[in-house]
């Protein structure tokens, strides 16, 4: 099932491919999830009461008053999807407190089915959500210096002391690549880069404004690791706006946030360093 998730979810950012193929084959991961034991019946009904909201963004879309209060009542489900506050998803533990190397700390590795049903559901609250404007710097070698600020970035987290050079190959790895890939660095950019930056786009009508308070705000939502990985986050935030700012493809974004996540994992202590390790 989590290989048709994936594929629904990257079958819907393919711009020209009729949504209604992917939303078929999420329908059917839904399905074998429901089979799984990973969804619940109490999150079958917040799925089904959430697909009524967005059929009733559609219907009623004439009503501006309507459209709003829809989009605040859809934007705060994502939230609880993303921080796993709605009932009925039981998102298995396919790593289990396991250290990569000898200096890393220790930590589990999901499958998240709740947190990968974000996009979809912001899908409906902004169709520009994958497929944004395009700001396209002049020299192609501004894409170059944005790649290379993705080992700059962590290599300044090496100097601050939060990693350690440590190259990994885990057994898991496959498994890390596909979850953070489609249910971790896809969910995240959909919401604050997606939907947050063409938000903040919209009504400051001002791109660098949006860029760097959708980039704090995404530093902040990870204050609970500690004040260094919020500036990390942040910094990260600013590749990943860039990204997004200059192609104008939410693929883009995702592509450098997953890129920046899995050279983290094979080079670098992960998630941080363990001091004494």
């Excluded at 799925?47 to 219907?59: N, Q």
């Excluded at 885990?170 to 604050?192: C, D, R, T, Y």
């Excluded at 700012?245 to 450098?256: E, H, I, N, Q, R």
Aim: glycine residues 10%.
């Amino acid at each position: 099932m989590w290989i048709l998730l994936a594929a629904a979810l990257g079958g819907f950012l393919i711009p020209r491919l009729n949504r209604l193929i992917p939303a078929t084959v999420l329908c059917l991961a839904l399905i074998l999830a429901f089979h799984g034991q990973v969804l619940s019946g109490s999150g079958v009904l917040n799925i089904v009461l959430i697909g009524l909201l967005v059929a009733a963004r559609y219907r009623y879309r004439g009503n501006e008053a309507w459209v709003i209060g829809n989009e605040v009542i859809l934007l705060l489900c994502c939230l609880g999807l993303f921080l796993h506050l709605l009932p009925g998803f039981h998102n298995p533990r396919v790593v289990d407190d396991i250290a990569a190397g000898p200096l890393s700390a220790r930590f589990d590795l999901y499958f998240n089915l709740d947190k990968a049903l974000v996009p979809v559901i912001l899908l409906a609250c902004i169709p520009t959500l994958f497929n944004g404007a395009i700001h396209t710097p002049r020299r192609w070698y501004v894409w170059c210096m944005l790649a290379l600020s993705i080992p700059a970035l962590l290599g300044l987290a090496v100097w601050l002391g939060g990693l350690r050079v440590e190259p990994h190959f885990p057994s898991w790895l496959g498994q890390f690549m596909l979850s953070n890939l489609f249910f971790v660095a896809l969910a995240e950019e959909a919401l604050f880069r997606g939907y947050l930056m063409q938000r903040l786009q919209k009504y400051t009508h001002h791109n660098g404004l949006a860029l760097m308070t959708s980039a704090a705000i995404f530093g902040l939502a990870h204050i609970a690791g500690g004040w260094l990985l919020v500036i990390f986050a942040a910094l990260a935030g600013v590749i990943y706006g860039l990204a997004w700012l200059w192609s104008g493809k939410l693929w883009v974004a995702t592509l450098f946030h997953f890129m920046l996540n899995l050279i983290h994992l094979m080079f670098f202590t992960y998630p941080f360093y363990r001091p004494g390790g």
